[in-house]
């Protein structure tokens, strides 16, 4: 080899060799000067995310991961037999349910509701068929059973007052007709005062009637103690 070769030579082995190197220490270089010195800087900037400074984020390789990411196959079972159903589908059937059973206890409270008036309609209609029946049945015998009190006032002497707030009177009785009171053996006619009525101050709705006290004596010589008398009215 020339001289000329030679130095062509000795001038170029410093770069074959560092080639040669780099082409093998390269990834020893990278890892032991390179990176520690760009995450040095990234770490100074602020450029590594919280969840890398905290470890949150590892590596792993394909078995790893199999391994940890095994599904028991009793569980694909349940779930290919439906038996298993997502959070989700939970929530609507619960959801469904609690307006099926609002409706429910709404449609109840409306039944119970329609029956209570039912009920008071039928006995409002019994309550007036009932004083119908008992109308009917005074018109039928030409009178009907009154409870007679006496006052002192001698203007209504001869005459018989007569509480109106009661149906039978208020419907069968008129003001100023003259009515026969019977008791026992003893009767007597009077001329008829038709007007409200009660008893020890409180509003009656019953067949009473009111004599003047001379006048209840002789009808009811057997009821002076008391008072009150029972006598049938007729017309």
């Known amino acids: 080899m020339n001289e000329f070769w030679k130095g062509v030579l000795f001038g170029l082995l410093p770069t074959i060799i560092m080639a040669i190197l780099s082409s093998l220490f390269f990834d020893i270089f990278i890892d032991k000067v390179i990176l520690p010195g760009v995450v040095k800087q990234l770490e100074n900037q602020n450029y590594v995310s919280h969840d ?28 290919k037999d439906g038996e298993f159903v997502l959070t989700k589908k939970l929530e609507s059937v619960e959801e469904n349910n609690n307006e099926r059973l609002d409706k429910v206890v709404k449609d109840y409270k409306q039944a119970i509701f329609s029956q209570s008036e039912e009920i008071a ?85 019953e067949p009473i009637a009111s004599l003047y006290i001379d006048d209840h004596n002789k009808l009811f010589d057997d009821a002076k103690s008391s008072g009150v008398g029972d006598a049938q009215l007729r017309w």
Request: proline fraction near 1%.
């Open 52 to 79: 890398l400074k905290e470890g949150k984020f590892v590596s792993t390789n394909l078995d790893s991961f199999n391994t940890n990411h095994m599904i028991d196959s009793s569980i694909l079972l349940n779930l």
């Open 121 to 205: 309609f039928t006995r409002s209609d019994v309550d007036k068929l009932k004083k119908v029946i008992t109308v009917l049945d005074a018109k039928l015998n030409e009178g009907f059973q009154v409870k007679v009190y006496y006052h002192h006032n001698r203007e209504y002497k001869g005459q018989i007052q007569l509480n109106t707030n009661n149906i039978l009177i208020k419907k069968l009785l008129i003001h100023g007709s003259e009515y026969q009171l019977n008791h026992a053996s003893n009767y007597a006619d009077f001329d008829a005062v038709l007007r409200p009525l009660s008893v020890d101050g409180k509003l009656s709705f």
